[in-house]
Protein backbone atom coordinates (compact mmCIF):
# COMPACT_ATOMS: atom_id res chain seq x y z
CA UNK A 1 0.00 0.00 0.00
CA UNK A 2 1.64 3.07 -0.66
CA UNK A 3 -0.02 5.18 1.77
CA UNK A 4 2.54 5.04 4.87
CA UNK A 5 0.92 3.59 8.25
CA UNK A 6 3.84 5.10 10.08
CA UNK A 7 1.54 7.57 11.77
CA UNK A 8 -0.03 4.01 14.01
CA UNK A 9 2.41 4.87 16.87
CA UNK A 10 1.11 8.29 17.47
CA UNK A 11 -2.68 7.04 16.43
CA UNK A 12 -2.38 4.87 19.83
CA UNK A 13 -2.55 7.77 21.80
CA UNK A 14 -5.34 8.96 20.42
CA UNK A 15 -8.67 8.37 22.69
CA UNK A 16 -12.31 8.83 21.71
CA UNK A 17 -12.78 12.33 22.03
CA UNK A 18 -16.27 13.43 23.45
CA UNK A 19 -18.80 16.23 22.79
CA UNK A 20 -20.59 16.57 25.81
CA UNK A 21 -21.72 12.71 25.83
CA UNK A 22 -21.39 11.77 22.27
CA UNK A 23 -18.23 9.55 21.72
CA UNK A 24 -16.26 10.32 18.58
CA UNK A 25 -14.90 8.05 16.54
CA UNK A 26 -11.03 7.63 15.48
CA UNK A 27 -10.86 7.16 11.85
CA UNK A 28 -8.12 6.62 9.31
CA UNK A 29 -7.60 8.40 5.90
CA UNK A 30 -4.57 7.93 4.00
CA UNK A 31 -2.77 6.62 6.63
CA UNK A 32 -3.51 8.82 9.39
CA UNK A 33 -5.66 7.99 12.26
CA UNK A 34 -8.15 10.95 12.94
CA UNK A 35 -10.84 12.42 15.08
CA UNK A 36 -13.36 11.91 12.85
CA UNK A 37 -14.01 15.68 13.15
CA UNK A 38 -11.11 16.21 11.56
CA UNK A 39 -11.03 13.91 8.05
CA UNK A 40 -11.02 15.54 5.26
CA UNK A 41 -10.77 14.42 1.60
CA UNK A 42 -10.58 16.56 -1.48
CA UNK A 43 -13.85 18.27 -2.95
CA UNK A 44 -12.34 16.63 -6.62
CA UNK A 45 -11.71 13.18 -5.33
CA UNK A 46 -13.34 11.06 -7.99
CA UNK A 47 -15.76 9.17 -5.33
CA UNK A 48 -17.24 12.54 -4.61
CA UNK A 49 -17.60 13.44 -8.05
CA UNK A 50 -18.05 9.97 -10.32
CA UNK A 51 -18.77 7.53 -6.98
CA UNK A 52 -15.72 6.18 -8.59
CA UNK A 53 -14.28 3.85 -5.82
CA UNK A 54 -14.82 0.77 -4.50
CA UNK A 55 -15.45 -0.37 -0.83
CA UNK A 56 -15.41 -3.68 1.58
CA UNK A 57 -17.16 -3.71 5.07
CA UNK A 58 -15.56 -6.19 7.60
CA UNK A 59 -17.25 -7.31 10.58
CA UNK A 60 -16.03 -7.89 14.07
CA UNK A 61 -17.19 -10.25 16.93
CA UNK A 62 -15.34 -10.69 20.50
CA UNK A 63 -13.22 -7.25 18.98
CA UNK A 64 -11.73 -9.42 16.02
CA UNK A 65 -12.88 -10.01 12.26
CA UNK A 66 -14.80 -11.88 10.32
CA UNK A 67 -13.65 -13.57 6.96
CA UNK A 68 -11.23 -10.52 6.55
CA UNK A 69 -9.11 -12.71 4.13
CA UNK A 70 -12.32 -13.17 1.69
CA UNK A 71 -13.91 -9.34 2.01
CA UNK A 72 -9.73 -8.16 0.99
CA UNK A 73 -9.44 -10.79 -1.66
CA UNK A 74 -13.09 -8.87 -2.82
CA UNK A 75 -11.19 -5.97 -2.92
CA UNK A 76 -8.27 -6.50 -4.91
CA UNK A 77 -10.96 -8.34 -7.55
CA UNK A 78 -13.01 -4.65 -7.53
CA UNK A 79 -10.15 -2.42 -7.91
CA UNK A 80 -8.69 -4.98 -10.88
CA UNK A 81 -12.27 -4.62 -12.53
CA UNK A 82 -12.37 -1.15 -12.35
CA UNK A 83 -8.60 -1.03 -13.25
CA UNK A 84 -7.38 0.98 -10.39
CA UNK A 85 -3.28 1.00 -10.50
CA UNK A 86 -3.83 1.05 -6.68
CA UNK A 87 -2.30 -2.43 -5.01
CA UNK A 88 -3.24 -2.53 -1.24
CA UNK A 89 -0.87 -4.18 0.94
CA UNK A 90 -2.91 -6.28 2.82
CA UNK A 91 -0.48 -7.30 5.85
CA UNK A 92 -1.05 -3.13 6.20
CA UNK A 93 -4.58 -2.78 5.94
CA UNK A 94 -4.96 -5.64 8.51
CA UNK A 95 -3.03 -3.95 10.67
CA UNK A 96 -4.95 -0.91 10.18
CA UNK A 97 -8.20 -2.24 10.92
CA UNK A 98 -7.10 -4.25 13.74
CA UNK A 99 -5.19 -0.75 15.43
CA UNK A 100 -9.37 0.92 14.07
CA UNK A 101 -11.11 -1.84 16.59
CA UNK A 102 -8.65 -1.17 19.32
CA UNK A 103 -8.79 2.65 18.92
CA UNK A 104 -12.69 2.93 19.11
CA UNK A 105 -13.10 -0.02 21.37
CA UNK A 106 -14.95 -2.09 19.09
CA UNK A 107 -16.39 -4.95 20.43
CA UNK A 108 -19.27 -5.70 18.41
CA UNK A 109 -19.37 -3.64 14.97
CA UNK A 110 -18.83 -2.77 11.62
CA UNK A 111 -15.21 -1.71 9.26
CA UNK A 112 -16.14 0.23 6.16
CA UNK A 113 -13.11 0.72 3.77
CA UNK A 114 -13.58 2.66 1.29
CA UNK A 115 -10.74 3.52 -1.89
CA UNK A 116 -11.23 5.76 -4.14
CA UNK A 117 -9.39 6.32 -7.57
CA UNK A 118 -8.33 9.96 -6.17
CA UNK A 119 -8.08 13.17 -6.80
CA UNK A 120 -6.34 14.90 -9.77
CA UNK A 121 -6.72 18.17 -8.67
CA UNK A 122 -9.84 19.18 -11.51
CA UNK A 123 -12.75 17.70 -12.51
CA UNK A 124 -12.20 15.05 -15.91
CA UNK A 125 -14.18 12.61 -16.89
CA UNK A 126 -11.05 10.98 -18.23
CA UNK A 127 -9.35 9.28 -15.40
CA UNK A 128 -5.52 9.70 -14.95
CA UNK A 129 -3.44 6.41 -13.92
CA UNK A 130 -1.18 8.17 -12.10
CA UNK A 131 -3.99 10.08 -9.42
CA UNK A 132 -3.03 8.97 -6.11
CA UNK A 133 -5.52 6.67 -4.37
CA UNK A 134 -8.06 7.71 -1.63
CA UNK A 135 -8.20 5.35 1.50
CA UNK A 136 -10.49 5.89 3.93
CA UNK A 137 -11.70 3.31 7.14
CA UNK A 138 -14.20 3.66 9.79
CA UNK A 139 -15.65 2.02 12.38
CA UNK A 140 -19.57 1.26 13.41
CA UNK A 141 -20.49 -0.27 16.59
CA UNK A 142 -23.73 -2.14 16.15
CA UNK A 143 -25.24 -5.27 17.56
CA UNK A 144 -24.96 -8.19 15.49
CA UNK A 145 -25.75 -11.72 17.25
CA UNK A 146 -28.46 -10.04 18.68
CA UNK A 147 -31.06 -9.10 16.01
CA UNK A 148 -34.94 -8.34 16.27
CA UNK A 149 -34.88 -8.42 12.70
CA UNK A 150 -33.70 -11.78 12.53
CA UNK A 151 -35.86 -12.86 14.96
CA UNK A 152 -39.45 -11.74 13.51
CA UNK A 153 -38.05 -12.14 10.02
CA UNK A 154 -37.96 -9.60 7.38
CA UNK A 155 -40.50 -8.08 5.33
CA UNK A 156 -39.62 -7.75 1.35
CA UNK A 157 -40.78 -5.73 -1.15
CA UNK A 158 -40.13 -6.54 -4.76
CA UNK A 159 -38.56 -3.50 -7.40
CA UNK A 160 -37.66 -3.99 -11.04
CA UNK A 161 -33.48 -4.21 -11.05
CA UNK A 162 -32.50 -1.42 -13.00
CA UNK A 163 -28.80 -1.00 -12.12
CA UNK A 164 -25.73 -1.20 -14.46
CA UNK A 165 -25.34 -4.84 -14.99
CA UNK A 166 -21.67 -5.00 -13.51
CA UNK A 167 -23.50 -5.66 -9.75
CA UNK A 168 -20.52 -8.10 -8.98
CA UNK A 169 -18.32 -4.94 -8.56
CA UNK A 170 -18.57 -3.36 -5.00
CA UNK A 171 -18.62 -0.24 -5.89
CA UNK A 172 -19.85 3.00 -4.24
CA UNK A 173 -22.60 3.46 -6.78
CA UNK A 174 -25.25 2.74 -4.07
CA UNK A 175 -27.95 4.85 -5.01
CA UNK A 176 -30.34 2.82 -6.45
CA UNK A 177 -30.07 0.83 -3.68
CA UNK A 178 -30.57 3.66 -1.34
CA UNK A 179 -33.48 4.26 -2.81
CA UNK A 180 -35.20 0.97 -2.47
CA UNK A 181 -34.60 0.54 1.11
CA UNK A 182 -36.21 4.11 1.72
CA UNK A 183 -39.09 3.14 -0.59
CA UNK A 184 -39.27 -0.08 1.36
CA UNK A 185 -39.54 1.42 4.42
CA UNK A 186 -42.46 3.91 3.23
CA UNK A 187 -44.39 0.53 2.23
CA UNK A 188 -43.60 -0.86 5.81
CA UNK A 189 -41.13 -3.66 4.70
CA UNK A 190 -37.46 -4.02 6.06
CA UNK A 191 -35.83 -4.45 2.38
CA UNK A 192 -36.43 -4.66 -1.04
CA UNK A 193 -35.43 -7.61 -3.67
CA UNK A 194 -34.76 -6.99 -7.06
CA UNK A 195 -35.81 -8.95 -10.17
CA UNK A 196 -34.55 -9.08 -13.88
CA UNK A 197 -36.48 -10.74 -16.48
CA UNK A 198 -38.98 -12.33 -14.20
CA UNK A 199 -36.12 -13.28 -11.60
CA UNK A 200 -34.87 -12.44 -8.25
CA UNK A 201 -31.48 -11.24 -8.33
CA UNK A 202 -30.67 -9.94 -4.87
CA UNK A 203 -31.57 -7.81 -2.20
CA UNK A 204 -30.72 -3.66 -1.82
CA UNK A 205 -27.50 -4.72 -0.09
CA UNK A 206 -27.31 -8.81 0.45
CA UNK A 207 -27.79 -12.17 -1.64
CA UNK A 208 -31.01 -13.36 -1.35
CA UNK A 209 -32.37 -17.16 -0.96
CA UNK A 210 -35.03 -19.45 -1.04
CA UNK A 211 -35.47 -22.62 0.35
CA UNK A 212 -38.07 -25.36 -1.18
CA UNK A 213 -40.44 -27.77 -0.11
CA UNK A 214 -37.78 -30.68 0.02
CA UNK A 215 -35.24 -28.38 1.72
CA UNK A 216 -33.42 -27.38 -0.83
CA UNK A 217 -31.46 -24.00 -0.62
CA UNK A 218 -31.33 -21.95 -3.68
CA UNK A 219 -29.74 -18.85 -4.47
CA UNK A 220 -28.79 -16.78 -7.58
CA UNK A 221 -25.85 -18.43 -9.59
CA UNK A 222 -22.71 -15.91 -9.17
CA UNK A 223 -22.44 -13.93 -12.31
CA UNK A 224 -22.25 -9.81 -13.54
CA UNK A 225 -25.93 -9.75 -11.92
CA UNK A 226 -25.27 -10.07 -8.77
CA UNK A 227 -22.71 -9.27 -6.12
CA UNK A 228 -20.15 -12.18 -5.07
CA UNK A 229 -20.94 -12.22 -1.65
CA UNK A 230 -18.45 -12.78 1.33
CA UNK A 231 -21.18 -14.26 3.70
CA UNK A 232 -22.77 -16.18 0.58
CA UNK A 233 -19.88 -18.21 0.65
CA UNK A 234 -19.53 -18.56 4.06
CA UNK A 235 -23.16 -19.47 4.50
CA UNK A 236 -22.92 -21.96 1.27
CA UNK A 237 -20.07 -24.03 3.02
CA UNK A 238 -21.99 -24.16 6.28
CA UNK A 239 -25.35 -25.72 3.88
CA UNK A 240 -22.60 -27.93 2.82
CA UNK A 241 -21.70 -29.34 6.42
CA UNK A 242 -25.36 -29.33 7.53
CA UNK A 243 -25.61 -31.66 4.66
CA UNK A 244 -28.31 -29.52 3.27
CA UNK A 245 -28.99 -29.68 -0.78
CA UNK A 246 -27.81 -26.47 -2.50
CA UNK A 247 -28.29 -25.33 -6.01
CA UNK A 248 -27.32 -22.10 -7.54
CA UNK A 249 -29.52 -20.95 -10.48
CA UNK A 250 -32.59 -18.49 -11.40
CA UNK A 251 -35.38 -18.24 -9.21
CA UNK A 252 -38.68 -16.31 -9.55
CA UNK A 253 -40.59 -13.90 -7.29
CA UNK A 254 -43.80 -16.82 -7.32
CA UNK A 255 -41.47 -19.75 -6.62
CA UNK A 256 -39.86 -17.41 -3.37
CA UNK A 257 -43.70 -17.02 -2.32
CA UNK A 258 -44.24 -20.19 -2.70
CA UNK A 259 -41.39 -21.81 -0.79
CA UNK A 260 -40.65 -23.14 2.72
CA UNK A 261 -38.80 -20.13 3.88
CA UNK A 262 -36.47 -17.21 2.76
CA UNK A 263 -33.35 -15.35 3.78
CA UNK A 264 -30.56 -13.20 2.95
CA UNK A 265 -26.99 -13.15 4.08
CA UNK A 266 -24.65 -9.93 4.45
CA UNK A 267 -21.78 -8.79 6.32
CA UNK A 268 -24.03 -6.68 8.36
CA UNK A 269 -26.69 -8.86 9.02
CA UNK A 270 -25.12 -12.50 8.73
CA UNK A 271 -28.32 -15.09 7.97
CA UNK A 272 -31.66 -12.93 8.16
CA UNK A 273 -34.94 -15.00 7.27
CA UNK A 274 -37.84 -13.34 5.47
CA UNK A 275 -41.33 -13.53 6.79
CA UNK A 276 -42.87 -12.19 3.82
CA UNK A 277 -42.37 -11.17 0.61
CA UNK A 278 -44.65 -8.79 -1.25
CA UNK A 279 -47.44 -8.86 1.52
CA UNK A 280 -47.38 -13.05 0.82
CA UNK A 281 -46.04 -15.15 3.86
CA UNK A 282 -43.33 -17.35 3.41
CA UNK A 283 -43.64 -20.91 5.33
CA UNK A 284 -45.68 -20.19 8.39
CA UNK A 285 -44.90 -16.28 8.34
CA UNK A 286 -41.61 -16.61 10.33
CA UNK A 287 -38.42 -18.01 10.69
CA UNK A 288 -37.69 -21.18 9.49
CA UNK A 289 -35.44 -23.65 11.06
CA UNK A 290 -32.98 -23.82 7.82
CA UNK A 291 -32.46 -20.05 8.34
CA UNK A 292 -31.93 -20.23 11.80
CA UNK A 293 -29.76 -23.06 11.98
CA UNK A 294 -27.66 -21.59 9.36
CA UNK A 295 -27.38 -18.43 11.45
CA UNK A 296 -26.50 -19.86 14.04
CA UNK A 297 -23.83 -22.90 12.58
CA UNK A 298 -22.20 -19.74 10.62
CA UNK A 299 -21.75 -17.35 14.50
CA UNK A 300 -20.21 -20.01 15.38
CA UNK A 301 -17.90 -21.44 12.67
CA UNK A 302 -17.08 -17.49 11.93
CA UNK A 303 -16.35 -16.87 15.70
CA UNK A 304 -13.90 -19.78 16.31
CA UNK A 305 -11.78 -18.52 12.58
CA UNK A 306 -12.15 -14.57 13.34
CA UNK A 307 -8.49 -13.13 13.51
Known amino acids: METSLT ?22 VDGQFVPETEAKISIFDRSFLFADGVYEVTSVLDGKLIDFKGHMTRLQRSLSELKFEFKPDMDQLLEAHRELVKLNNITEGLIYLQVSRGSAGDRDFAIDPKTPATIVMFTQSKSLIKSALAERGQKIVTFPDIRWRRSDIKTTQLLYASLLKTEAASKGADDAWMLLDGFITEGSS ?15 ELS ?53 IDGKKIGDGVPGPIAKRLREIYIDANRATAI
Open 7 to 28: SITCGISIVRHRIGEVAMRTVY
Open 206 to 220: NNAYIVTQDNTIVTR
Open 224 to 276: TDILHGITRASVLKCAEELQLKVEERHFTLEEAQNAKEAFSTSASAFVCPVAE
